[in-house]
């Protein structure tokens, strides 16, 4: 291991394995079981604990808490964290620690906190002061507004918005905009689908189907007739999402 970039008032409990190229700042504490691999950079202040894997390329930022003396936590590759964020800091309500899968690509802005067993997809936002209680699952290409909380063994599908200062206690479907304290339905995310999908037919038939089965409330029945029989992919992964959750 090279020394060459970790600051001297860096203190590493023996047993860490940090990669030669890893950049680490002022004051950071990384604990025992903490794998730091290749291109990670780590600003002033940041502590690190627990059974942690930090995949290549992960910058986090200073002020941040990671782990505690018994989670287990992985962080996929190129995430950014930002200042002040805790994720697995704390022990559930209940004394365990459920493992927390944060995945690639992933910005979380500053005071983010997450809580035991959240797993995150890849390409999540999570924007400033935003939190996720324990157990919520946020499926990939999610963004959540500044503010806002998802309320625990909730799950959020792929590419939801949510809008600032709301508060989520439900499932939200695939492809949606959502937003209020309480959280709901206010339509889909189309230029989240633009963004994601170049067949214009794929999202004139989520259109469609959205209009049947949340039209005029949800209607899991059907949405699970059209996830059985439907060809489209994407009409399958959202209805499929519907007939399953608990809205």
Same mark, same amino acid.
């Given at each position: 291991?090279?020394?060459?970039?970790?600051?001297?008032?860096?203190?590493?409990?023996?047993?860490?394995?940090?990669?030669?190229d890893v950049v680490i700042g002022h004051f950071c504490n990384i604990g025992k079981d903490v794998e730091l691999k290749s291109g990670c950079r780590l600003e002033s202040n940041v502590i690190l604990k627990g059974k942690l894997t930090v995949d290549e390329d992960v910058k986090i930022f200073s002020f941040t808490a990671i782990g505690n003396e018994d989670s287990e936590i992985e962080i996929g590759?190129?995430?950014?964290?930002?200042?002040?964020?805790?994720?697995?800091?704390?022990?559930?309500?209940? &004394?365990?620690?459920?493992?927390?899968?944060?995945?690639?690509?992933?910005?979380?802005?500053?005071?983010?906190?997450?809580?035991?067993?959240?797993?995150?997809?890849?390409?999540?936002? /999570?924007?400033?002061?935003?939190?996720?209680?324990?157990?919520?699952?946020?499926?990939?290409?999610?963004?959540? &507004?500044?503010?806002?909380?998802?309320?625990?063994?909730?799950?959020?599908?792929?590419?939801?918005?949510?809008?600032?200062?709301?508060?989520?206690?439900?499932?939200?479907?695939?492809?949606?905009?959502?937003?209020?304290?309480?959280?709901?339905?206010?339509?889909?995310?189309?230029?989240? /689908?633009?963004?994601?999908?170049?067949?214009?037919?794929?999202?004139?038939?989520?259109?469609?189907?959205?209009?049947?089965? /949340? &039209?005029? &409330?949800?209607?899991?029945?059907?949405?699970?007739?059209?996830?059985?029989?439907?060809?489209?992919?994407?009409?399958?992964?959202?209805?499929?999402?519907?007939?399953?959750?608990?809205?």
């Amino acid at each position: 291991m090279s020394k060459a970039n970790i600051h001297k008032s860096v203190v590493i409990e023996d047993g860490a394995k940090i990669a030669s190229d890893v950049v680490i700042g002022h004051f950071c504490n990384i604990g025992k079981d903490v794998e730091l691999k290749s291109g990670c950079r780590l600003e002033s202040n940041v502590i690190l604990k627990g059974k942690l894997t930090v995949d290549e390329d992960v910058k986090i930022f200073s002020f941040t808490a990671i782990g505690n003396e018994d989670s287990e936590i992985e962080i996929g590759t190129k995430t950014h964290i930002r200042e002040f964020s805790q994720i697995g800091a704390q022990e559930a309500d209940d &004394g365990t620690n459920k493992k927390i899968i944060i995945g690639a690509n992933n910005f979380l802005m500053g005071y983010v906190q997450i809580l035991s067993g959240v797993e995150m997809g890849d390409f999540c936002i /999570l924007t400033n002061a935003v939190k996720l209680y324990e157990n919520v699952k946020c499926q990939e290409r999610v963004i959540v &507004g500044g503010l806002s909380t998802v309320e625990a063994n909730n799950t959020i599908g792929t590419g939801v918005m949510i809008g600032g200062a709301s508060v989520v206690n439900h499932d939200i479907p695939p492809f949606t905009l959502v937003e209020g304290n309480t959280a709901t339905v206010k339509g889909l995310n189309i230029i989240g /689908l633009r963004r994601r999908l170049e067949n214009k037919d794929d999202i004139e038939e989520i259109k469609a189907i959205y209009k049947k089965v /949340l &039209g005029d &409330g949800v209607d899991k029945k059907l949405a699970r007739e059209i996830a059985d029989t439907h060809e489209n992919e994407y009409v399958k992964k959202f209805t499929s999402f519907i007939a399953n959750s608990n809205i």
